[in-house]
């Protein structure tokens, strides 16, 4: 969303919301999908505000959910922006959140990998809402459930992939009860950073519940390169010693068939092939521990 696109009925209910006068500013860096505006209250300051339009009937409801985790983890020193406000117009759902002064990490170094790990350690045991990422891999993993589209059917190349990661797993029992907090989307353009230091995760619409070793293996997808490399295997020893071998490598899969499905529909072939080589590779560097 640009700043001349978000809908004077949002700006008026953010506004009775926060009893202020609000502006948009201007657009924000950052985010996979983008989105973000910086708005200035009158009296109050800047904040970020994101608004979407309407896609599913319980999609207030999935934002009033994340507020709550929000609401929680900050409670317990978890870096994420408070969450200033939550509603609906009659085509758009919004979320306003405090606007946090540091710049998108885009690419991880091995100090910000350590600082996420010790982050994500915070997530352990804190699952506060049913919203179980964790039954929702088992799903997607097993076939029980499908990603947007028939991935496999793009090519042969990408059939291979997703035959290896299925034959894999087609037995594989449910997971336990969910403990941790999930992020769900821990990837470096929603990590802040100000001088090295992580300073704030952001665009945590889509947390719940889960294990914590799911958002390690999003992490872990974005060390495939040289300077990474003992991060990568540190992350993947991690993620092995949390939910054992059968279930990193199910979650390593669940990754890379959302990936494959996100490539697809937004990417360039160069892309695709790119998440083809990265998903073998994982399953390669896997079975070295096994």
């Known amino acids: 969303m640009h700043p001349e696109e978000v809908p004077p009925a949002v700006l008026a209910d953010v506004a009775r919301a926060v009893d202020a006068e609000v502006a948009v500013v201007g657009r924000l860096a950052g985010g996979v999908n983008g989105g973000a505006v910086r708005v200035r209250m009158r009296g109050r300051g800047d904040a970020v505000l994101k608004a979407t339009p309407w896609s599913h009937p ?12 929000v609401d929680h983890m900050r409670g317990r020193g978890y870096p994420t922006p408070a969450w200033l ?3 609906s117009t009659a085509t758009h759902v919004w979320q306003l959140t405090e606007l946090v ?4 990490a885009h690419e991880l170094t091995p100090s910000l990998v350590d600082q996420l790990v010790a982050i994500v350690d915070l997530q352990a045991g804190q699952a506060s809402e049913p919203h179980d990422h964790w039954q929702f891999a088992w799903r997607v993993v097993t076939g029980r459930q499908t990603t947007a589209g028939d991935v496999a059917a793009h090519s042969a190349a ?6 290896r990661m299925r034959r894999a797993h087609d037995r594989l029992e449910p997971p336990p009860m969910a403990p941790d907090m999930v992020h769900a989307d821990l990837n470096p ?8 230091v992580v300073v704030a995760l952001v665009d945590i619409g889509n947390a719940g519940s889960g294990t914590r070793a799911s958002d390690l293996v999003t992490l872990q997808w974005h060390t495939f390169r040289a300077p990474l490399d003992g991060a990568r295997h540190r992350l993947r020893g991690t993620v092995v010693d949390l939910v ?8 390593t899969a669940t990754q ?7 490539r697809l529909r937004s990417a360039s072939a160069d892309a695709v092939a790119q998440t083809i080589e990265r998903g073998h590779r994982a399953f390669d560097e896997l079975d070295e521990l096994r």
């Open 189 to 196: 353009s929603n990590v802040l950073v100000r001088d090295g």
């Open 85 to 87: 406000g939550v509603g």
């Open 256 to 262: 890379v068939l959302l990936q494959l499905e996100w």
């Open 244 to 251: 054992g071998w059968e279930w990193a490598a199910a979650l």
């Open 101 to 104: 002064d540091a710049a998108p």
């Open 58 to 69: 319980d999609q207030l409801e999935d934002a009033r959910r994340a507020r709550r985790v």
């Open 158 to 163: 990408v059939a291979s992939l997703v035959d």
